[in-house]
T-cell receptor
Framework: KQEVTQIPAALSVPEGENLVLNCSFTDSAIYNLQWFRQDPGKGLTSLLLIQSSQREQTSGRLNASLDKSSGRSTLYIAASQPGDSATYLCAVGPMNYGGSQGNLIFGKGTKLSVKP | NAGVTQTPKFQVLKTGQSMTLQCAQDMNHEYMSWYRQDPGMGLRLIHYSVGAGITDQGEVPNGYNVSRSTTEDFPLRLLSAAPSQTSVYFC?????????????FGDGTRLSIL
């Protein structure tokens, strides 16, 4: 069964730092990998999504990489800001999970706090 | 833009009661799904639908029913509530189930079963 692990569970950094969040998964048979942001008491917001054939995606200060063969993804946040404080979730779309690219298996998230 | 709307936002039930969590989207999305989020467990897929009239089970379907009579609505029914169903429930949708598309999530329903 596919498992998704995110390390660290929590991270506190000063404003302006560049940081990396890690995600690993156990089965490389995936359609895609997605990174989400969740603010307290809110739903999830899609940040970046990567097809299994892609190596990375970028949006503004965010860059996500995917190494399917090693079962790893990283989310790089440049020049962090207090507004980046949230929980970041990694999710994979396994090929043997109902056949729909929408069916996702989530990690437990990394809670990021950016101090002013 | 309304996006994905979930009602109610909060609910307290007694064990054995039934209720329906509502989910509606106004984006003409083909794919809709329900997840539950529990501390220390992450989000887990309950049921999903790839179009009107088509539903299927996810990872944790026991105790829940769904139907998809219209493209817009995907209600989740708790048949006989149990304390183990205390959780935050999220509905999500995307344009297609067969192509990679951004998923849109509602703000969740926080459900407590006493």
């Amino acid at each position: 069964k596919q498992e998704v692990t995110q390390i660290p569970a929590a991270l506190s950094v000063p404003e302006g730092e560049n940081l990396v969040l890690n995600c690993s998964f156990t089965d490389s048979a995936i359609y895609n990998l997605q990174w989400f942001r969740q603010d307290p008491g809110k739903g999830l917001t899609s940040l970046l999504l990567i097809q299994s054939s892609q190596r990375e995606q970028t949006s503004g200060r965010l860059n996500a990489s995917l190494d399917k063969s090693s079962g790893r993804s990283t989310l790089y946040i440049a020049a962090s800001q207090p507004g980046d404080s949230a929980t970041y979730l990694c999710a994979v779309g396994p090929m043997n999970y109902g056949g729909s690219q929408g069916n996702l298996i989530f990690g437990k998230g990394t809670k990021l706090s950016v101090k002013p | 833009n309304a996006g994905v709307t979930q009602t109610p936002k909060f609910q307290v039930l007694k064990t054995g009661q039934s209720m329906t969590l509502q989910c509606a989207q106004d984006m003409n999305h083909e794919y809709m799904s329900w997840y539950r989020q529990d501390p220390g467990m992450g989000l887990r897929l309950i049921h999903y639908s790839v179009g009107a009239g088509i539903t299927d089970q996810g990872e944790v379907p026991n105790g829940y029913n769904v139907s998809r009579s219209t493209t817009e609505d995907f209600p989740l029914r708790l048949l006989s509530a149990a304390p183990s169903q205390t959780s935050v429930y999220f509905c999500a949708s995307s344009y297609s189930s067969s192509e990679l598309q951004p998923q849109h999530f509602g703000d969740g329903t926080r459900l407590s079963i006493l």
